[in-house]
């Protein structure tokens, strides 16, 4: 008896627990985490994050916000800040009314400009987490569409539901022997530094199927229906 009322009990708390969420979210436990750095340098605070439920991808239209000052907690202190010119917030502007909006549709997006990042050769880097994009002096000398891109590509990766990264992995052949350790069985990559992680491949993966569509498909043909898939599932 003891143990049917303990079966019951648990099943009880899961369902309530199951139900803490409505649909179309997920709970994320409250929980401390300490500070870390992305691969492209991105410093990530430490902080105490409570319990919340948190929607995949519900923050609506896109909200263009150019700021000056260097972000709160930015790791990199000697990079320059200044103000991103007439010129480049129009050419943004317009680069982001063109990309399709299940990249764009985040709410309120920060923009920055700085001279130079101390990241070696990296001519853009975002912070997912508070929706910040820096853009530096050199993005604006390549195709600045395609990095505007492939940064929003990151946020979006920290959007996707479990259930999309799970097929996104198994499309793109990443295998996760132990949580959280990612291994690749693939030999082929957009571009080399996708070998890292999942997140910097995916990323990688969408900047290069809207850049270079026929080149992409012909080479990862699985991944660029994964892709077309996705978008027109999300539009």
């Known amino acids: 008896m003891k143990i049917i009322f303990l079966v ?28 870390y750095y992305r691969n492209d340098g991105t410093h990530v605070a430490a902080t105490s994050v409570n319990t919340y439920c948190r929607h995949y991808r519900d923050d609506g239209p896109l909200k263009q916000q150019f700021l000056i000052k260097m972000p709160k907690g930015w790791p990199h202190q000697k990079e320059d800040f200044k103000r991103c010119s007439k010129a480049k917030q129009k050419k943004i502007s317009k680069i982001l009314s063109s990309i399709p909006k299940f990249l764009t549709s985040i ?23 508070t929706k910040i994009i820096v853009l530096y002096d050199s993005s604006f000398k390549m195709n600045t569409r395609r990095i ?28 996760e022997p132990i949580k959280g350790f990612f291994i690749y069985n693939r030999t082929s990559f ?7 992680n999942p997140e910097e491949d995916f990323a990688n993966n969408i900047e290069y199927y809207f850049s270079e569509p026929k080149k992409f ?7 660029s229906l994964w892709i077309k898939n996705f978008s027109r599932g999300n539009k």
């Not at 649909?23 to 500070?35: F, N, Q």
């Open 217 to 223: 498909k012909s080479r990862f043909p699985k991944i």
């Open 107 to 129: 709410g309120k997006l920060k923009i920055y400009c700085s001279k130079k990042s101390n990241v070696p050769n990296n001519p853009a880097t975002s912070s997912p987490e």
């Open 148 to 175: 505007i891109i492939h940064e929003l590509a990151h946020l979006l990766w920290t959007r996707l539901s479990a259930k999309e990264i799970k097929s996104y992995l198994n499309t793109s052949r990443w295998v």
């Open 8 to 35: 019951l009990s648990l099943l009880f708390l899961s369902n309530t627990y199951a139900q803490i969420c409505t649909e179309g979210t997920y709970l994320v436990k409250g929980h401390s985490r300490t500070a």
């Open 190 to 196: 957009s571009a080399p530094d996708g070998k890292q």
